[in-house]
T-cell receptor, first 115, second 108 residues
């Protein structure tokens, strides 16, 4: 099976712009989770989508949003970019039973630089 | 205090040494995950544990639910084991809460 793919891999934006990142899960996986990784805060959970619905959300401002399509592909959007949004954004997919006992498979990440 | 604490934060060893990385957590969990991150960012899931012990090749992971503690061991360490090792916990749902990571360097 193909792994989790993320596009684009690298992105440079300026403050105030918005950005959309894409994640294609492993075939058959219905849950997609998004994480932000920064040197200062480490890895943090953004949100999880399952069957086109947001099932769980982390402590991020409303500028961070996402959606999931019927084929389980997911996008996340960050509006009004700030310098602090510079980070590696990772998505992970899993079958999605929701019991917290599943292995998550991570994509390679999108490295976002905000200037 | 973070919900997930790892130690040590940095570890340098010689090839062939036995490596131990520790993880303590303070919340109720469904499972504990050990992840490996190489330079460049990609994360690989090594183990998912809810009890006992698991082994894969030279890697062994243990968990003590009562003490809320897990260890990751690497036997006969090799320079290719150099990476950041991250402990994470999950409860209900897919949300992972991560430790700060342990940067492991194995010198030849």
């Amino acid at each position: 099976k193909a792994g989790v793919t993320q596009t684009p891999r690298y992105l440079i934006k300026t403050r105030g712009q918005q950005v959309t990142l894409s994640c294609s899960p492993i075939s058959g996986h219905r849950s997609v989770s998004w994480y932000q990784q920064t040197p200062g805060q480490g890895l943090q959970f953004l949100f999880e989508y399952f069957s086109e619905t947001q099932r769980n959300k982390g402590n991020f401002p409303g500028r961070f949003s996402g959606r999931q399509f019927s084929n389980s592909r997911s996008e996340m959007n960050v509006s009004t970019l700030e310098l602090g949004d510079s980070a590696l954004y990772l998505c992970a997919s899993s079958l999605g039973t929701g019991q917290g006992i599943e292995t998550q498979y991570f994509g390679p990440g999108t490295r976002l630089l905000v200037l | 205090k973070n919900e997930v604490e790892q130690s040590p934060q940095n570890l340098t060893a010689q090839e062939g040494e036995f490596i131990t990385i520790n993880c303590s957590y303070s919340v109720g969990i469904s499972a504990l995950h050990w992840l490996q991150q190489h330079p460049g960012g990609g994360i690989v899931s090594l183990f998912m544990l809810s009890s006992g012990k698991k082994k894969h090749g030279r890697l062994i992971a243990t968990i003590n639910i009562q003490e809320k503690h897990s260890s990751l061991h690497i036997t006969a360490s090799h320079p290719r084991d150099s990476a950041v090792y991250i402990c994470a916990v999950s409860s209900r749902g897919q949300k992972l809460v991560f430790g700060q990571g342990t940067r492991l360097t194995i010198n030849p």
